[in-house]
């Protein structure tokens, strides 16, 4: 029976893979049995309509057409619903989603920059510090450049990766941008998506519930190689991802250790 109220599932929408996904899914299912009953309920009023008001019943037209206010009572009401749906519902949901961010950044979450470009996604860690490097965007050399002070010693374990790689079962905050036109970062399985916008890095956040191996898209028309533009995502068990992690930011660590002696030499 509950498969048979879930419009979700037979929308063909993939499975949910994140904690709050239930609750959108849950959203879309209400959403689409109030459109189904509006559809019904349209189509039973056009049927008397076309029934009640047919040229053999009524050989000469009405020029007054209605006269009672019963429309405009109908109106107001449906103004005043809305009015509370919005004001009674909509706003505190939200207000509950975005002050929950304070709680999320206690939990230990982890915590990646993903930098849109046309067409693909760089994704930003903190490295073994877990701090980012400076970031100052007029240092910008390149598309997907996430622009790390090369001068700032938190940013020297900092690593950069084509993946987006996540454990399983932890919060994870993920700061999205852009370096050229405005993109749209989206996670379907996970039911979030965010705006890249260029100079601005904003948060989104979501806990993965199962591993899995997935795509994040680009959900804003941003160009002619916008259909492609898509990324690599995997959830993983923690321990998979903590050795993942500590072999990247010691990689870049040594290749930038190994630049400076370069550098250096070609000094002296
Ligand atoms: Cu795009």
Same mark, same amino acid.
């Given at each position: 029976m509950s498969l048979l109220l879930n419009w979700s599932t037979w929308l063909g929408i993939p499975e949910n893979y994140s904690d709050h996904g239930g609750n959108v899914d849950h959203l879309i299912d209400i959403v689409h049995w109030f459109m189904f009953a509006l559809f019904v309920g349209w189509t039973l009023f056009f049927l008397f309509c076309l029934w009640k008001f047919r040229a053999k019943n009524n050989p000469k037209a009405s020029? *007054?057409?209605?006269? !009672? *206010?019963v429309s405009s009572h109908m109106e107001i009401g449906v103004v005043i619903i809305e009015a509370v749906l919005l004001l009674g519902f909509a706003f505190p949901l939200w207000w509950e989603r975005t002050d929950q961010f304070a709680e999320v950044e206690k939990t230990d979450p982890v915590k990646v920059r993903v930098i849109a470009y046309q067409f693909a996604f760089n994704y930003h860690y903190p490295g073994a510090d877990g701090k980012f490097g400076r970031i100052d965007?007029?240092?910008? !050399?390149?598309?997907? /450049? =996430?622009?790390? /002070? =090369? !001068? /700032?010693? !938190?940013? *020297? /374990?900092d690593f950069i990766s084509g993946v987006l790689k996540l454990p399983v079962d932890r919060n994870a905050i993920l700061q999205i941008t852009s370096t050229d036109v405005i993109h749209n970062y989206s996670i379907v399985p996970m039911r979030i998506q965010q705006d890249a916008i260029p100079g601005r890095d904003i948060p989104m956040w979501f806990k993965p519930i199962k591993k899995l191996e997935t795509f994040a898209i680009c959900?804003?028309?941003?160009?002619?190689g916008h259909a492609n533009m898509k990324g690599t995502m995997e959830v993983v068990s923690q321990k998979a991802y903590s050795a993942w992690a500590e072999e990247q930011s010691k990689a870049f660590l040594e290749k930038r250790q190994e630049a400076d002696k370069a550098k250096a030499l070609a000094k002296k």
């Open positions: 020029y *007054h057409g209605v006269t !009672n *206010h965007r007029t240092l910008v !050399n390149s598309a997907g /450049d =996430p622009c790390i /002070d =090369p !001068n /700032d010693v !938190n940013g *020297h /374990d959900g804003q028309l941003c160009g002619e």
